[in-house]
């Protein structure tokens, strides 16, 4: 991995000192900077927002921090075994499992995250789109190389969605709800989606890449208004604005301990927590699988993450993917 940029390793610092003053000297010595180069830097975190004080006597002060997903703000009082350990924070990209994925081709560490503030090309499934607009959201994506066989691989969507049903249960007053298989909604509209994509060969995988959008910010005027489901966004649901940061400093903290054990224990403390979460057991639904529908009465999700939908002989059908849709009573 690259140094961090210096406006990086400037933040790292702030964070370390918390109150205290950090000299124009130490910075230029640590960073291998002249001290007008490390004024520059200054001048471009207090123009990203920073609020810093500068005392000639004495150096600089963080005061106040904008919300702004840099590496070194996510970064700051993470206390993860593993995701995180390496944090690309890009202002704009195409698509950050497009990067990660680049990332893992090119050797990047296990747990390594990719995150945009605007994405130009997000990714949904089945070459659809994902609505990514600067500044109010998250983007991100997580590396892995899990030591597991292929077909198991769909269980870290579930992994994901409990990580991030977790990080939405947490905000006052909110109560999400997970859509098989890779969908969260708040009260009955779509918050967030996943898009978990993998390189393997048969004995193994080489890598997989968990893609997570939330909308936390976003208001009604930025969706697109050709969704296939009604959507809505943290903000739009509780009236107040999310931190982005902290959001996505949880998430990580719920993808790295449910990983952890995922390895330990395998999928079924995953499958256990996501069903907390499902609230469409016994519901009638149809299932959309491209080449034919099925319809029935949803009966839970398989060991192995297929959905359980059984018809009104009570034949019970094993989905593997699809889209969901739920049927009046
Ligand atoms: C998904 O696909 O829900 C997966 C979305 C994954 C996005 C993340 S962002 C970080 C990472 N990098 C990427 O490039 N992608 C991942 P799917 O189930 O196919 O849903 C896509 C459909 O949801 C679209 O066709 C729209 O109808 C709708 N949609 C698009 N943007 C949306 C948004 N921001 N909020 C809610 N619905 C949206």
Known sequence: MERPAPREAILDLFHHRGDSFVSGAELSALLGI??????????VLRDLGYQIEA???????????PDTLIAAEIQA???TRLIGREIVSLPRTDSTNQRAT???????VEGTVVIAEEQSLGKGRLGRRWASPPGVNLYLSVLLRPPILPWDAPQLTFLSAVA??????EEPGMAPEVKWPNDLLLGGRKVAGLLNEMRAETEGIHHVVLGVGVNLNMTADQFPADLRYP??????ESGRAVCRSAFARRLLGHLDALYDEYLQSGFEPVRIAWEAFFRLAGCPVEVDCQQRL?????????SDGALL????????ERILAGDVRPLAP
């Open 309 to 316: 939908v059984a018809d009104d002989s009570g034949r019970c």
């Open 34 to 43: 002249s001290r007008s180069a490390v004024w520059k830097q200054i001048g």
């Open 231 to 236: 959507a809505t966004s943290l903000r739009l």
């Open 294 to 302: 099925v319809r029935g009465t949803v009966r839970g999700i398989d």
């Open 164 to 169: 991030v049903a977790r990080s939405i249960a």
């Open 77 to 79: 009082g993470l206390s």
């Open 55 to 65: 005392i000639p006597s004495r150096g600089y002060r963080l005061l106040t921090t």
């Open 102 to 108: 680049e990332l893992a081709e090119a050797g990047a």
